[in-house]
């Protein structure tokens, strides 16, 4: 059985699929299982476009990662509530506070 068809006798059934296989990521570009590249203007569902493979990403995500990955919201956090603060005390109307 091979990817696509795994992934159709698994998913939801709520989206289409698209008949070529992602197979790795780097930046906005993603490039599938026959080495075409495609720029990624997806942005996934409910999360942040922050590109793919990035070091200092996938760096941050390793270190947090060896902490906790995922907490409900019903449970308070020590970094979601420094983020929260982080962008709640921003004073700059672009909401660019802290970014470099």
Known sequence: MNIIDIEAK???GLFTKQPFVIVRGQGAS?????GNEYIDCSSGHGVAN???AHPKVAAAIAE????????????PNDQRAALMGNRTDCDDPTGRCGVQ
């Not at 993603?30 to 026959?34: A, G, I, M, P, V």
């Not at 947090?64 to 449970?75: H, P, R």
Request: hydrophobic fraction near 40%; charge should be negative.
């Open 10 to 12: 698994h998913n939801s």
């Open 30 to 34: 993603l490039w599938d299982s026959d």
């Open 50 to 52: 922050l590109g793919h």
């Open 64 to 75: 947090q990662a060896t902490k906790l990955i995922t907490l409900f919201e019903t449970f």
